[in-house]
């Protein structure tokens, strides 16, 4: 019997790193399909649920007339302002606070309570003060990055250990220089998943203030088309939205992530499968 | 000797009592100083009440709210609504998660299907839902499972995947059921994990539900603040934006942390 395993295994071997290879696409199948049935036996009115070639149709006509184009810029563009300005304040902010014990004991009552409104809670007052555009945008998004950057700022300079920071001053480093060679690199891996996460949130921010505080972006688009009950942009705009984030996560964030994580490896085994 | 137990105490408690004292002080001091200055620019740069209320207005509007009963008839729909939702995402979801996590073919081709849905957040898919459910608490409570589910099914599922096998062989070899190990090694192995997405997920969910009920408008904080704008009442936008603050403050306090620091406690996996 365990003679003939062996003899089949290559082939199988194959057949089963194949099926490894497409098994992420199971799930998205399914979907496909339990959706081309489901149209195909009901014939639900397209306001409804439209059938898949409607919504690759719609891509394809959005997409063409530059619509998609354009409201996927809009988007991008309100997040890379909105995630630049919470990671430079949050960082900037994290390590004031993170180095002065004084600071850190006035301001963490209110990052508790002003971490627990970040976001999108701030848009109706900010409706009447910045009016709807990419300033509501890029505040809410900056809002809801900033915190979480400055939290995890905070920790990673609390966790450098005060040993190294010593070590580099009695070398006669001064202030900046310890700055820079110690406790920055230090807090580096604690930034970087803040800004991984921050930028999770932001995302959703983003497009969930777009739904009502956007002339343009995705969210609008979304937004606009139920309106119109064109559930085909709607679904085509939701598809849009997840493939941008994954792409951001996997391609830009992760390996940022992991480079550092190697590099200066402050973060134990258990959090990295976490992450 | 009793007689001499006594001074003693009240000694002890009297600085303990002072040191509480002090330190409620202390949580309190930022935000005085806070309501200062938003006092101070109110007066100051002579802001208008479209603008901005003094802290004196929105604590009348507040008052006003309680005593008429329509802050609480809100922020219990929210909070009945996240309850609701958090409940039944953990019913489904940690079942799901173990159902997906037990099996290693099931949980590579699930990974990538959750992180897509993650990625589309709840609030996206809300316009479809007005389509599909109205403008009801039906759609709210649809958009808030669905961001709520995903993050507990998923780190369930990365929960299961790390116990180490031998654990689960180990148990088997003695005569234990499915059941068994569900209870005996999936559920305390995952638990701490379990916990993690409850917590991103509670703070996903949070935001959601505010911005769902903005927009379905059927009750619920979001929609006190959001309907507020509409006719420019800065007061009860600012009231209601401090609850939404103050409640959340709370469930994550009272309810999310006492379960992470009991779980680790109990099964202490986490690191440091």
Redesign the interface.
């Known amino acids: 019997m365990s003679a003939v395993a062996p003899a089949a295994s290559p082939a199988r071997l194959r057949l089963d790193r194949v099926a ?1 290879m497409l ?2 696409a ?3 199948v399914a979907v496909l399909a339990a959706w081309a049935a489901y149209w195909q036996i009901v014939r639900p009115p397209a ?2 649920l439209p059938s898949i070639l409607a919504v690759v149709q719609v891509v394809g006509d959005i997409a063409g007339d530059g619509r998609l184009g354009a409201n996927v810029l809009a988007s991008l563009w309100r997040l890379l302002l909105g995630a630049s300005l919470g990671i430079l304040t949050g960082v900037v902010a994290g390590f004031a606070t993170g180095l002065y014990r004084g600071i850190s ?3 963490s ?2 990052v ?3 971490n ?2 970040s ?7 900010m ?3 910045l009016g709807i555009g990419t300033a509501l945008a890029v505040f809410v998004i900056w809002n809801t990055v900033f915190f979480i950057v400055f939290q995890n700022t905070v920790l990673g300079v609390q966790l450098v250990p005060e040993v190294l920071e010593q070590g580099v001053r009695a070398l006669g480093a001064g202030r900046l220089e310890t700055l820079r060679s110690v406790t920055l690199p230090g807090a580096l891996p604690y930034i970087l998943s803040g800004i991984r996460s921050g930028l ?2 932001g ?3 983003l ?2 203030a777009e ?2 505080g956007a002339p343009s972006g ?2 609008q688009m ?2 606009a ?2 309106d119109y ?1 064109r ?1 085909d942009i ?2 085509a ?3 849009i ?6 792409a951001m ?1 996997r391609w830009i964030l992760y390996p940022i992530e992991q480079r550092t994580v190697q590099r200066w490896g402050l973060i ?1 085994d ?2 990295k ?2 992450v | 000797m009793s007689t001499a137990v006594a001074p003693s105490q009240v000694r002890l408690i009297s600085p303990l009592g002072l040191l509480q004292k002090l330190s409620g002080l202390k949580v309190l001091l930022p935000f005085a100083v806070l309501v200062a200055i938003w006092w101070a620019i109110k007066v100051g740069a002579g802001i208008t009440d479209e603008v901005l209320v003094s802290p004196a207005t929105a604590f009348a509007a507040f008052v006003r709210l309680v005593t008429t009963g329509v802050l609480s008839e809100y922020a219990s729909t929210s909070l009945r609504m996240i309850g609701a939702c958090a409940m039944f995402s953990l019913a489904v979801g940690v079942p799901i998660g173990f159902a997906v996590g037990v099996n290693r073919y099931a949980a590579r081709s699930c990974e990538g299907f959750l992180r897509f849905l993650q990625g589309v957040s709840g609030i996206a898919w809300l316009p479809l839902v007005i389509i599909w459910l109205g403008l009801s608490y039906k759609t709210t409570l649809a958009v808030v499972i669905y961001t709520l589910i995903v993050p507990i099914v998923f780190n369930t599922m990365i929960g299961v995947r790390t116990i180490p096998e031998n654990y689960v062989l180990a148990l088997r070899s003695l005569g234990a059921g499915r059941l068994r190990l569900a209870t005996d090694v999936y559920l305390p192995g995952a638990l701490p994990s379990i916990v993690v997405g409850l917590r991103l997920g509670m703070g996903y969910g949070w935001r959601a539900l505010i911005a769902a009920e903005m927009l379905v408008h059927s009750g619920g904080l979001g929609d006190l603040i959001f309907s507020a704008r509409t006719f420019n009442q800065i007061d009860r936008i600012i009231v209601g934006m401090i609850v939404i603050g103050c409640l959340y403050i709370i469930v994550d306090r009272l309810i999310v942390q006492p379960i992470e620091n009991l779980t680790i406690a109990r099964w202490g996996v986490l690191r440091k």
């Open positions: 490894w098994l992420p199971a799930p998205f306001a409804t004991e006035f301001l009552p209110l508790i309570f002003f627990a409104i976001g999108i809670v701030w848009l109706p007052l409706i009447g003060w999770g949130f995302w959703r921010a497009i969930a739904l009502v995705l969210g979304i937004f088309a139920g009950h559930s709607i679904i705009g939701c598809l939205i997840g493939v941008i984030a994954i996560d134990t258990a959090e499968e976490g």
